[in-house]
């Protein structure tokens, strides 16, 4: 079994940054991917950015530019550090790691942004 410890969200006003992480543990032999998703009222799950074990990395076209995301393979840590906040940022997002034993999704963190 597979469990993801995220932290990192809150309410910033337009314009702010946060930096969300995202910790694994329990009997993980590999992690392939590790990437973030968020969820707005109403709206499907979507892709925010992702990286792979060798680095490479997808950003959503609405993040691209404003957000960084990285990983930490000796301590299965992922991190996306996300700039220049918008209203439309807000949302639940998920953290979610593909390892040897499956696919793996976070509880979920709340970021709303908000003036």
């Known amino acids: 079994q597979v469990q993801l410890v995220e932290s990192g969200g809150g309410l910033v006003q337009p314009g702010g940054s946060l930096r969300l992480s995202c910790a694994a543990s329990?009997?993980?032999?590999?992690?392939?991917?590790m990437g973030w998703y968020r969820q707005a009222p109403g709206k499907q799950r979507e892709l925010v950015a992702e990286?792979?074990?060798?680095?490479?990395?997808t950003y959503a076209s609405s993040v691209k530019g404003r957000s960084t995301i990285s990983r930490d393979n000796a301590k299965n840590t992922v991190h996306v550090q996300m700039n220049s906040l918008k209203p439309e940022d807000t949302a639940v997002y998920y953290c979610n790691v593909v390892t040897d034993l499956g696919n793996y999704w976070g509880q979920g963190t709340q970021v709303t942004v908000s003036s």
């Open positions: 329990g009997r993980i032999f590999s992690i392939y991917g």
């Open positions: 990286i792979t074990r060798s680095g490479r990395t």
